[in-house]
C-alpha cells in the first residue's frame, strides 16, 4: 500500500485550492500537472492523496493526469547536458556539481472545468 507524506497531500490540497479559485466555483474535471523528476515530489503519492484533497471542493471526482517531466542537468565542471531521473550522480568526466536545466518544475497545466455548473 501506498502510504504518501503529508507534503504530497499538502501539495494536492494547494493544487485544488488554486484550481478552485480559478475556476470561480464551476466544476472542475480535470487537472493536468506537470511533476519534474528532479523535484522531490512523488507522482503516486499526490496521486494517492488527490481523491481526498477534492473531496467537498468543486474538483471532487475530477480527473487527474500527471506529465512527468524528465530531468534536465548541465554538468558544471565540463558543460555536458544530460537526462537525469535524480540530482545525484557523477558525469563521465567525474563531475558531481550540477546544474538544474529542467524537472524540478511543479506546475497546473491545465484544468477543465463544466462552466455550466455551480458548486
Excluded: Y
Excluded at 1 to 24: D, K, N, T, W, Y
Excluded at 64 to 80: N, S, T
Amino acid at each position: 500500500m501506498l502510504v504518501a507524506g503529508h507534503g504530497e497531500f499538502g501539495i494536492a490540497h494547494q493544487v485544488i485550492e488554486i484550481c478552485a479559485a480559478a475556476s470561480g466555483g464551476a466544476r472542475i474535471t480535470r487537472v493536468v500537472l506537470e511533476i519534474g523528476k528532479l523535484s522531490a515530489v512523488l507522482p503516486d503519492a499526490v496521486r494517492f492523496c488527490f481523491d481526498a484533497a477534492t473531496e467537498g471542493t468543486p474538483a471532487e471526482g475530477a480527473e487527474l493526469e500527471i506529465i512527468e517531466v524528465p530531468g534536465l542537468v548541465r554538468c558544471e565542471d565540463c558543460g555536458r547536458e544530460m537526462t537525469r531521473d535524480r540530482p545525484l550522480g557523477h558525469c563521465a568526466c567525474g563531475g558531481s556539481s550540477f546544474e538544474s536545466l529542467a524537472g524540478d518544475e511543479l506546475r497546473i497545466k491545465a484544468m477543465d472545468v463544466n462552466v455550466n455548473s455551480k458548486e
